[in-house]
Structure formats: C-alpha cells, structure tokens
C-alpha cells in the first residue's frame, strides 16, 4: 500500500477521534467469500481427477497426470501470489482501534469507518458452505446504514476482538449459527 494511501487512512481515523494504536486483519465482501468457495470447489475437483486418473489408469497415464498435477500446482501458485499481493497492497483490510474500526475496499480505498459509539448492535452469522468456514459480521448503526463484511476462517481473532469491543462498549450482541444439512 503506498505511503501516501495509509496516511490518509491514518488521517481519516485521527478525524472521527480514533488514537493510538490499531491491528489490521483481512476481511471480505460477499464476492470475496463466493471467490473463495469456488477456489476451494476448484482445488477438491482437481484433487478428485487426479485421483480418478490414478484409479482408471488410461493409456499415456503419465503425461494425464502431468497435466493434472501442473494445473494444481498453477492453482496453487496463483492462489498464494493472490494472498501475498492482497496483503502487501491491504486491500479488503479492517483497522481495529480501541474507539472504532476502518474498512478498505478490494482498491485498497476507505470504505467506511464506525465509532463504537455509533453502534447499536453487532450481529455475527457463521458456518460452512462448500469447504469454506465464514462468519458474517453486520454492524447497525445510528443513522447511517449497517456496515457488512466477512471473515473467512474457523477460528478468527478478528471476531474474538469485535466481540470483546462490543462487550466492553456494552453494546449488544446476537450470534447466529446456520447448519447446512
């Protein structure tokens, strides 16, 4: 991310009163979360013909299974240079301060930014679709519309720190568990 963008990000969080010190975690939108179970449907198909071809064992096995083996290993590739580029531009990121957070956009641009005073309730929705585990995190807001975004993972320390915000800001809180059977 360039100098000039996180001091602005920076300055925008000094404006609405936010000081001190911030973590910043990687969040998403509802496409983010949608990309991320078609990666993962993608890689258990690739997993499951690869192992097709080691049962059915046609004629040039070798050069099928090279075939299949270099898509994973593009996928694969692809997938971590994603990961690495996203995280050194901080794109789709929340800053958490003691006295709010900040939104980016997958630009990297401020999408929104929210006092703990300014908010009303927090709802989190998780569970797992499709090899994903994702938790939804809305947040409603005095006068202004809710704020939305997903944490992708079982065990996130992004929702252990919002929820204990919003425990130490008394701000109520509802949890919703969605079972897909």
Known sequence: MSQKRRAGLQQRAREIGFGGGYR????????????????RTIAALGVLAFGMLLITRPPSVLFRLAVVAGVLLVWFCLRLGWRRASAALELNRCYLYADGLVLTDQFGALRAAVAWADVTR?????GAW????????????????SLTFSVLGSQSELVDQLQAQAARNRIPQQTVHIRVQ
Do not use: C, D, I, N
């Not at 910043?24 to 990666?39: K, N, R």
């Not at 499709?130 to 519309?145: C, D, I, K, N, Q």
């Open 24 to 39: 910043t975690y990687a969040v998403t939108g509802v496409p983010g979360a949608l990309g991320q179970m078609a990666w």
């Open 122 to 126: 927090l709802k989190r929705t998780y």
């Open 130 to 145: 499709l090899f994903t585990v994702s938790h939804r995190v809305e947040l409603t807001r005095r006068g202004a519309p």
